[in-house]
């Protein structure tokens, strides 16, 4: 059987292994994450509803350009949400 002290060794060794394990595992998935992200156009205001909600509520008299399909709104301040970015703006513009 083991002593005390090695056993404290080997959970220490262990204990290091799994902050390693988990670092990367971290990465890996803030990657996916990205990547998905990316892919479908999200930005980290798509992902937080309830402050999309209170955003929307105020900004919805100073909107300029709709999505037709969505219904999302932009008040051309910030980067072009990705139904907007790279088109004519004036084919969506709240008259």
Not at 8 to 36: D, N
Request: glycine share 6%; charged share 25%.
């Amino acid at each position: 059987m083991a002593s005390y002290s090695e056993l404290q060794a080997q959970i220490q060794v262990l204990r290091q292994q799994a902050e390693a394990a988990r670092t990367s595992e971290i990465a890996a998935a803030k990657q996916r994450i990205h990547s998905l992200m990316d892919a479908h156009g999200l930005t980290l205001a798509d992902l937080a509803p309830a402050a999309n909600k209170r955003i929307k509520s105020t900004a919805l008299s100073e909107a300029k350009y709709r999505d037709p399909d969505s219904g999302r709104t932009w008040n051309s301040k910030g980067r072009p949400p990705a139904w907007i970015a790279g088109k004519d703006p004036q084919g969506y513009r709240i008259k």
